[in-house]
């Protein structure tokens, strides 16, 4: 049974900085990519950031770019998301999700597994 546990998510001025971490189990992730997501509230969930498991390769939207780095600790079997730069706009839900494969990476549909999200919120 695949799990995915966020924390990190909270109440942050804007400008500044949160790492989101996102706990995998139950079973070996080698051949997955790891992503990020956010849903806003009234908005459809947006892709952020990839990982694949195996070799580290990097993936983000254009809107992740420069502001956030995503990264994954294979002794700790979790998933990070660094996040700099803060907005209120980027107030919304991250959700950790897990695919094999890379097919389609920044569609939410491609992801079998996710989390159950933690809450972000930037105040201005």
């Known amino acids: 049974q695949v799990q995915l546990v966020e924390s990190g998510g909270g109440l942050v001025q804007a400008g500044g900085s949160l790492r989101l971490s996102c706990a995998a189990s139950?079973?070996?992730?080698?051949?997955?990519?790891m992503d990020w997501f956010r849903q806003a509230p009234g908005k459809e969930r947006e892709f952020i950031a990839a990982?694949?498991?195996?070799?580290?390769?990097?993936y983000y939207a254009e809107s992740g770019k420069g502001r956030s780095t995503i990264s994954r600790d294979k002794a700790k079997n979790t998933v990070y998301l660094q996040m700099n730069s803060l907005k209120p706009e980027d107030t919304a839900v991250y959700y950790c999700?897990?695919?094999?494969?890379?097919?389609?990476?920044?569609?939410?549909?491609?992801?079998?597994?996710w989390g159950q999200g933690t809450q972000v919120t930037v105040s201005s």
């Open positions: 999700a897990a695919m094999y494969g890379s097919n389609n990476y920044y569609t939410s549909g491609s992801y079998s597994y």
């Open positions: 990982i694949s498991w195996s070799g580290g390769i990097l």
């Open positions: 139950g079973r070996t992730f080698n051949g997955y990519t």
